[in-house]
């Protein structure tokens, strides 16, 4: 394959640069030359990245270990290999990938370990394969490797409309757990069809409401919102059961330290998992051993490759909220941010001056 950079259009790449902590329309669209692989490396044109509720806490600057601004965001990337670097594996070329990035996804063009790359089903919507990336391995990891999750357990999920929330359910439900699922009244009606028995989170006693259901208590609870409802949580839990945390959306907009409202947390769970009741609390995070390279990846890529499969077969349902090209996205953000859509909002290619984007690939 020649060099991109010499092929018209595609001699420019657009990015979007988070410059600081700024209002979404604070996000800046860039122009620069497509850069070239080296080795190691792959050049991949992006046909989906998504926008996560990491990205929402970067903008704020509130992402635990994000890196200095100005940066591109982008948590997870689909697309297709366009060049390798020197003595790369050729055969990659024109093929489709997921790819988890953590920062750099949102771009149309952007270099990536030749290693890191899980190969997306052929047949698969590149936006729907997107939505499963972050959200599946997350999803995934913390329904087998953390809580073990098996037939006939009753399990509680917050915010199962969201990315990772409505995966969970599904997945859930195909290892043969009842789900119960929190969501507001608007997406009750969803969260019921991805088969959970869901409750408005806004009840004035949503201990009881799950009571109701599971009188002696659940399996699991899966809570991305932390904060003081962890106790909630905790409290839910049947003699043996496991609370799954991954993330502290109830301090979102709080002032201060990005890092205190975690370490706070998981000194809590730590705390908790010395008390004689035989329950047990986790803090869940992605990245997690990932200095054990070798073993990190291809963890990665077994739990990955298994729910692009599921989805290839149609045994998940992708939530995409919305799509929307990479230049808007600002509007994306917003729209992620505004707890109006069931799903993940996801960024596609814009249109080239051929009225094509990388979203019209065809892969056989």
Do not use: C
């Amino acid at each position: 394959m020649s060099d991109p950079r010499e092929a018209g259009d595609r001699a420019v790449m657009t990015e979007i640069v988070l410059p600081g902590v700024v209002e979404p329309a604070g996000l800046q669209v860039r122009q620069q030359p497509v850069p070239a692989p080296g080795p190691g490396q792959v050049l991949l044109v992006m046909e989906a990245s998504g926008v996560s509720f990491a990205e929402q806490q970067m903008r704020r600057g509130k992402y635990y270990d994000q890196p200095p601004y100005p940066f591109t965001p982008g948590y997870d990337v689909v697309g297709t290999v366009a060049a390798v670097g020197t003595g790369g594996d050729t055969s990659l070329v024109g093929r489709r990938f997921a790819v988890l990035t953590k920062t750099g996804g949102w771009a149309s063009h952007l270099l990536v370990p030749a290693a890191e790359l899980v190969e997306v089903p052929a047949g698969v919507d590149a936006a729907e394969a997107e939505t499963l990336v972050v959200n599946g391995i997350t999803a995934m990891q913390m329904l087998h490797r953390v809580a073990h999750v098996k037939a006939g357990q009753t399990v509680l999920v917050l915010g199962a409309n969201g990315g990772v929330g409505s995966t969970l359910v599904q997945l859930a439900r195909r290892a043969g757990a009842r789900v119960i699922g929190t969501a507001s009244a608007r997406h009750q009606e969803t969260v019921r069809e991805l088969g959970a028995i869901p409750i408005d989170y806004r009840t004035p006693d949503l201990t009881a409401e799950v009571r109701a259901i599971a009188p002696d208590g659940v399996d699991a609870v899966f809570d991305h919102i932390g904060g003081e409802g962890i106790v909630a949580s905790f409290g839910l839990l049947a003699p043996g059961g496991t609370l799954v945390s991954y993330g502290t959306a109830s301090t979102r907009d709080a002032e201060g330290s990005s890092k205190l409202p975690v370490l706070k947390l998981i000194a809590r769970l730590q705390l908790w998992n010395a008390l004689p009741n035989g329950k047990s609390a986790h803090f869940f995070n992605i990245w997690a051993g990932r200095r054990r390279a070798e073993a990190f990846q291809a963890r990665l890529a077994a739990d990955l490759t298994e729910v692009l499969g599921l989805l290839a077969e149609g045994e998940i349902r992708p939530q995409v909220a919305a799509r929307l090209p990479l230049s808007k996205a600002a509007d994306a953000m917003s729209l992620a941010e505004s707890s109006t859509v069931t799903g993940k909002v996801v960024l596609i290619p814009d249109v080239t001056r051929d009225g094509h984007g990388g979203s019209d690939i065809k892969h056989g």
